[in-house]
């Protein structure tokens, strides 16, 4: 080989090596300059994939988790803005089609009695909440990029950056979003973000009596939720949406909406 | 009319106007655009840190059995072990943080117990349920049941009552 | 805010019950919905030779000017953080249609409407820069860009490109407003707005309203100069009112035969929704006295040989009823989308407030504006007589 050929070869080498370092270094670059999440006390977003489960079997309607949720979140306690609700249903013998559905003020004062028994219908509640779906419709929609999924599978809200246009909460199909009349932005379940990122676990889950709730990490092997996913049979809400949600329900009636 | 444009000269003027107008948006564009946009997504990476920034208003089960580990033990015994201290005491990390500035409050039986046992008819047939207003003609609550562990029952005031209490149907498992 | 509560019926999540959008997002599609239909009414002097609406071309124009300056503020106006809305060009994220509206605007605005509107008038800009007085002549020499050149050779070439502006500005239009039928027609979650028919509806609506809203300022404007309606040019309208008419009522019956025969989970609802909480808007506005009638009315015009006087009137009863009749279909879809719940079970209310910043009377006002900058347009830059409005020489009868 001539020497010119050689000392191309090198300096190809050398420049390539040093583009791909200053590449790194940019990428690094930018970690750093946008504040470092990743050095929060040791909470690596890309070890976690967050999900919630959700057994309509347990669940006694008790509001426990619409009063922790509006206290640990600071939701406004107006009976319009709800960052996770119960509802409950009657469904008449053989009429899935037609259930009765109330929520009053979301659950959050309990159920007052409203049915008897024996009355031949079957009723239950249902805890509703943000699905953190993996392919969301409402952050498909947002013009500017102020919702969107996390590295860990949570759907969020940046509040300085929100226009308030509303775009999202009309594309969710499970009405869990609502604009903040205080910060005339839009808020919704975070899944207690900063909660989980600091290993304790969800409000609503922390609350619930009886176990309905469940906040479940995918990534980790050792999570109940992949014992609890095999063993039950377990539905997503609306799932010819293909909106990919990340909370399943067990004993979900064919009613519930 | 001559011009270096020749008669086009006007067009000329109205497209350099646009790219003008294009440079000035790609300069604005560049200095506006929020750090750290893009990183992970199309969002400001500095959203994860504001949403992790919350304060806890719950301090968790953990916290509480840091000093509380008696309720804890006696909790264990009973049916309520899987309910967690908040569930009833409402949200404690204040208390937990410094237990003299933030006091804890001892929750209402009359509201509080009837809130999860209160029967109806959507509550699983399995929980424990009862009317609470035939069962306890009144009563609190506590003046029977502990609320830790609720099953282990103080002596009730008559013998009358503890029949009364008795005679009302009652729900769910674990009688 | 309690009385909202009142106004439920049936289940709606929680959320669901005070409404998203208000009357400003009803108002913004059928704003840009006349600046679209203007344009393709001045587009076919310009691109498909149609001489005898030639009197109205530069009205068109100016009209799409003046409506397209204020589709913004509805916007603007009903934003919970509009000192953010800089973010749709700094960061648009381009999976949301939302998110075009900036450029698709700016588009519009700058290489399609002002750019014809600018080449249209040279001549009189210059004139005017020459030969106004006061603070009116410095805007007239601001306008002429700094080129005095209106020799036919320049003129000619001016001629050339505008006929090009006015090509791309027709997909320019569609896009202007198509996209806001698409913002609606791609949301899977609401069945009365997911379809892929919704950006041809909202175009041809749009289309039918421009015409008429042109139609009639033509006829108004003529008649406030105490001059002659051209009667060839409104009765070559007409026919393309009418044909636009008949797509549009087409296209939102082919909806409508669909659902009912298909009648999905949605249906019960919808049915419903329509014949209680939009009886009044939907069948008696929009469809009986906004459609069915004004189609009857020019169908007759074309039909049965009429009088100049019974012509007219008959063309002005059909614009106004085919404004009145847009503004509904744009009210329909919008406040009818969220006036049932997602949940199929439940309806909600839509209280509209009377002064406040998304009332009744901003939204009256955002109607009004258009026409006082319409009318300060025409000062400036008169519609009549010049350029491509020309009219045409017409052989001594």
Redesign the interface.
Known sequence: MSDDQTGRREFLARSGTFLLLTGAAGIAWDAVASGEPEKAPNYRSTDHWWAMAIDVEKCIGCGNCVRACKEENDVPREPFYFRTWVERYHVPEGDIERPEVDSPNGGYDGFPEKYRAGDGAKSFFVPKMCNHCAHSPCVQVCPVGATFESPDGVVLVDKTYCLGCRYCVQACPYGCRFIDPRTKTVDKCSLCYHRISKGLTTACCETCPTGARMLGDLKDLKDPIHDFLRTHKVQVLKPQMATGSKTYYNGLDGSVR | ?G?FF??????V??AA??AA?ILV?LV??AL???????????????????????????A??AACVDCHADVWEVLQKGKHG???C??CH??LARHAEDPSAGKAVKPDPKLLCA??H?E?????AK?P?VDVAGHAGGESCTSCHKAHDPLEQAAPATPEKKDAAAAVPQKGAGQ | MEGLLQGVQGYMYPNEVELQWSVLIVLYPYITGLVAGAFILASLVRVFRVEAVAPTYRLALLTALAFLLVAPLPLQLHLGHPERSLEMYLTPHTASAMAMFGFVYLWYLMAVLLLEIWLEYRPEIVAGAQSATGPLRLLYRVLTLGSYDVSPEALRIDDRTSFVVTLVGIPSAFLLHGYVGFIFGSVKANPWWSTPLMPIVFLFSAIVSGIAAVMLLYMAMTRLRGLEIDMPCVDTIAPYLFYAFVIDFSLETLDLIHRIYEADESFHTLDFMVRTRLYLPHIIVQIVLGTLLPIGLLALTQVVKLSEPARRGLYATTGVLTMIGIFAMRWNVVIGGQLFSKSFLGYTTYKMEFASQEGFLMAAALLILPFLILWALVRLLPPWGGGHAAPQVRPVA
């Open positions: 009319m011009g020749g008669h086009k000269g006007h067009l003027r109205v106007l646009f107008g948006f604005l564009q506006l655009v929020p750090k750290g946009f893009g990183v992970y997504g199309h969002y400001r990476a500095g959203a994860l840190d504001d949403n992790r920034a919350r304060p806890l208003m719950h968790g089960r899987p309910v967690h908040e569930a409402g949200p809130r999860c209160q109806g008819v959507a509550r699983p929980f349920q």
